[in-house]
């Protein structure tokens, strides 16, 4: 059966020190690397050049409330495309932090245009098909749109990358709505790789994925399941058969968030044939 691609994520120290990852991943493979707000540009430069020295896609993360000024911003850009040979990045807004730098929103940092001056080809931006604690659906939609207007008018190729969730239907059904809105962008649904139901219950509270938080509980109240673990193909295989059976659908492929581990995500991927083996 065809499978829709997948990417996954990594962590900056995973990046740069991991011995797992030489090999793991199929050639090309988009792999995104995390900011948290606690590695430095150094570190995280580091990360994205040995990922793309592995032979993958480097797709570092630039959450805005986290970055600091419009300098030290070029200065990421820079060394991540001189340094490390980057065109492909993913750009959140990182949370409301109690104290933003000079970016609140991840519409001021595309403004600044630093990454089609520094020749960024392709960029992910944030989708939250369930929602999110920090602000609205409408406001949520607005900044959607206002993407999709960079989109338009520049040369660096948009794509939706969503937060994780639980719920294959909603999110369905949330991808095939964003057409009637005007947004055209591929999207890449966020799920969760294999992993135990309490490490994803931690995971989503972190997160404030509420649906997922609710659906997960539910699920944990079974012994057996709870032992099992969770299975993303429960959530992967509806997701993946809606996107090849409608026509144009805006759903291209899958971002794994491997909770329970870069290594047993990647032999899950490999194992469904969604990467050869």
Known sequence: MTKIAASIEISPKQAVEN????????????????????????????GAKRVKDLGYTPVPHFASRRLTTKEALENRIKMMTQDAGVTDVLVIGGGLEKEAGEFDSTMKVLE?????K??????????????????SDDVALEALKFKQEF??????????????????????????????????????????????????????????????????????GAVLALASGFDPDEIVNPIEKHALSTENSAIKQIHVFPFGGVKKSAEWLKERGSWPK
């Open 19 to 46: 011995e797992d990852i030489p090999g793991l991943f199929p050639s090309g493979t988009r792999v995104y690397i995390t900011d948290v707000g606690t590695d430095t540009a150094e570190t995280l430069t580091a």
């Open 112 to 116: 600044t245009g630093f990454f089609d």
């Open 118 to 135: 520094y020749g960024i080809t392709h960029m992910g931006v944030a989708g939250h098909p369930e929602g999110s604690p920090d602000f």
């Open 151 to 220: 989109h338009n008018r520049s040369d660096i190729e948009l794509r939706i990358v969503t937060q994780f969730g639980f719920d294959a239907d909603n999110f369905t059904k949330w991808a095939d709505s964003l057409s009637g809105k005007g947004i055209d962008l591929p999207v890449h649904l966020g799920v969760a790789g294999p992993a135990k139901l309490t490490t994803l219950v931690k995971f989503a509270a972190m997160c404030g994925v509420g649906n997922s938080i609710s659906f997960l509980k539910k699920r944990m």
